[in-house]
């Protein structure tokens, strides 16, 4: 069952499992407790089989570390807990929608499902807004605030090459 969340925009999942809600509860907790700890108002859970895997949270200011988000660490921390670096199967849960960064990580990472609480607009009204991120993917690399140079093409090929031609590496 969906309800639509005026506010947003957006539909809200109202029928959801005793575990979802236990999980992110725990999600929420960690975000809630991070700020006392110096991070950011963000936490995550990885989850494989109704199993806490992981959990994470936001350490970015703490750790001197602009990829440490919630889901992130959650990640990294679930990746060392399991001995891989594929998380097929697992679910996050995470306190507030991924940002650009943490949803390509989920992607990477085999993530099955993304749960999560807080929208990208209630962080970007709190002054965590990733649109600016969003907005450069959509123009041309000349038009970008970052200056992006290309060359030396030639030479890195040859590591493409013999990882093309490598028999015992590992897929990913």
């Given at each position: 069952m969906m309800e639509f969340d005026k506010q947003n925009g957006l539909p809200e999942k109202m029928d959801f499992s005793e575990d979802d809600r236990r999980f992110m509860q725990m999600a929420i907790d960690l975000s809630v407790i991070n700020i006392e700890e110096g991070g950011g108002p963000f936490g995550a859970v990885i989850v494989r089989d109704g199993k806490l895997i992981s959990k994470g949270a936001n350490r970015v200011v703490p750790n001197n570390d602009p990829t440490a988000h919630a889901e992130v660490v959650a990640i990294r921390n679930a990746c060392q807990a399991l001995g891989t670096f594929d998380l097929s199967g697992c679910t996050v849960y995470t306190s507030c929608e991924p940002c650009p960064m943490c949803l390509s990580a989920l992607y990477w990472a085999g993530?099955?499902?993304i749960c999560?609480?807080?929208t990208k607009r209630d962080?970007?009204?709190?002054?965590?807004?990733?649109?600016f991120i969003y907005d450069q993917l959509r123009l041309d690399y000349d038009d970008r605030s970052i200056h992006c140079e290309h060359f030396m093409r030639n030479e890195a090929l040859g590591a493409f090459r013999r990882w093309a031609d490598k028999v015992d590496k590992v897929e990913y």
């Open positions: 993530i099955e499902r999560y609480a807080n962080a970007a009204a709190i002054d965590f807004d990733d649109s």
